[in-house]
């Protein structure tokens, strides 16, 4: 099939300014394009700065909720637009008006500048901010027209990926690769648990991080080939990031990748779903129950 490359645009955003932010979210798509890539990955909510919305201030919160912008705006239709141009597609990440409360989404623009899908955010951080917004109800993957061929893509955003439901629902839906737009700290446990989302579920995973201090980079892409041919155990990480800003460009053999997951024994093939009904269980015992926590 392929070589499939992803930009992970690791970028500062310029606070609630998102003429701004719309500015130089062009100007990395068009870089990305320039370096080959096929997709450009912005980090989490670029229209307004994700740590811009974190404040806690009451202001703050009321400003975030005037500045959110629907999948049909100016903002986004830019995008498709550029899209079109470059002939890239763009995963563009926004807080998008809602019914009651805004979302935390990112949209799929394709090369023709069509949007494929959007994708909100199942697990808010109930904990904080984002305990706000309205969560999302479910988990897509689309086809996405590439110069290579479709390719089978899903998304999940931030916390989304602390929790292995999230990955493995989008597995089973025919993921080949899951786009993360995101906005934390990535230290070793996270960057070692995103490895191993890849690795069990024999999907590609690419994420896409604030640079310093936003947060601390480390935008990472991973494959999900383990082993070789040979049995030999290899490294999947295909690019990882310094805490700067800048572009990351990680090439995914997709021609190995689909012969891989044929072969090998992850995956959804030898999975026993009937002995995991514990899994839709409402109820949370102690010590997990929390006050602000939404079923």
Known sequence: MGILRIALLQALPAGWNQEANLTKGESLCRSAQGMGADIALFPEMWNIGYRFFESSEPESQDRWKAEAIATDSAFVRRFRELARELNIA???????????????????????????????????????????????????????????????????????REFPESARVLMIHGAEIILTPNSCTLEHHRLGQFKARAYENMVGLAMANYAAPHCNGHSIAVDPIAFGEDGTSRNTVLVEAGEEEGISVAEFDMTAIRDYRRRQSWGNAYRKPRAYEALTILDVREPFVRSDSRR
């Open 90 to 160: 763009i995963a563009v990440t926004y807080l998008q008006e809602w019914d009651q409360a805004p979302r935390n989404s990112v949209s799929l623009i394709d090369r023709h500048g069509e949007v494929l899908m959007t994708y909100a955010k199942v697990h808010p951080c109930e904990f904080a901010s984002e305990a706000a917004l309205t969560p999302g109800d479910g988990f897509q993957v689309c086809a996405l027209d590439t110069e290579i061929g479709n390719v089978q893509i899903g998304a999940m955003i931030c916390y989304d």
